[in-house]
């Protein structure tokens, strides 16, 4: 088995499954966003809300008994346009962790399956300085390509992306760009993975879908309610638009200019704009991906960009909980979105 073969070298191993006729009877499926609870999500193509009512697993990642070792393990569709995201850190130090997405087996017993894409992080045991090893297992046969560099430091956490495209993979660290990997296999399948003691993951999830640009999703029952929270990720180059919209206008316009370096927020009511606010920070790098997740409260939203608080906008309406839809324009590529409920 060669995964065992993995850990007994002590690694991480996550082993993405990439097939319809999964052996995967003894791990999850992995979830589609990361709310805790009940969530809409934007998903297979069709620009418009899934309802999930219930996460599949745990918002903090379990790992089970999968075969002989302790490890993460999950199953999933990955079609192309989705996302697959975890986050996490290092234990103790070993010389690489891996993730690997497969298409066949759960398990790569006797060599069967096919290793669409294995990727190690590395660190070098003298300086550790990183690097990345991405290879993939056609008919039996490993090819890698090794890149000398990684962002990944071994002493920070980790924060990792990777986008499926038609003919290859996209992948982020630490929400920087690092590499294109050629996908020689196609995406057409799902997948599991797991891993073992070295690495907490503290979350871990796959979703998004292809977005229709500019995009415009109404907002179920016309409503964002106090304590619901909008969460987007997405990868932009130059200035983009994000408005909450109602009958009246726009009460919520937030748009980043990334020549100016600020964020403006404004509303948009009986034909005038308001006055603007941008003072602030720019949190926004072009190229780089972003968690935007704007979060409703009786008096104003909070703006949380890579996880800190960057803005309040104070509401500007007498009905704060209501808008008809939610747009996205701009010069950016929006990745995964979901609205996820406070209650239902
Ligand atoms: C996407 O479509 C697949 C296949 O129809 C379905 O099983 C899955 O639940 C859908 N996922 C979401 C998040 O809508
Ligand atoms: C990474 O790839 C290089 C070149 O193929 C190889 O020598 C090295 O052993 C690989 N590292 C790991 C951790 O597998
Ligand atoms: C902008 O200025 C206002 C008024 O001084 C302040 O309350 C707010 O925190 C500032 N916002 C940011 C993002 O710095």
Known sequence: MKWLEASLLE????????????????????DDHICPGPAYVVSNNTNAWTFIKERSGPLTPAMRYVRDIWAYGYWHQFAVGQTLYFRGKIKRFRRFFQVNILAGTAVDMEGA???????????????LLGFINLSTKKDGQWSTVSIDNSPLSYFEPFDISIYGMQDRFQIRVNKKFSVDYTNVLGLNYAYLYQNAQDVDLDRVFIGGQIFDMPFSVPL??????????IILQAVATNDFSINLVDKGGIPMAFYPRYKEKYVSRNALMNGKWGEHEKNGTFPFTAGDEFELVITN???YFEFYVNNKLFATFAHRITTPEEYTTFDIAGDISPRHLSLCKSKV
């Open 11 to 30: 690694v991480l191993f996550f082993a993405v499954l990439l097939t319809a006729s999964v052996n995967a009877e003894a791990v999850d499926r992995l």
């Open 113 to 127: 399956g096919q290793t669409l894409l294995r990727i190690q992080f590395g660190f070098r045991p003298d300086n």
């Open 220 to 229: 179920p029952d016309g409503r964002f309610n106090f304590a619901d929270t």
């Open 297 to 299: 409260t009786p008096s």
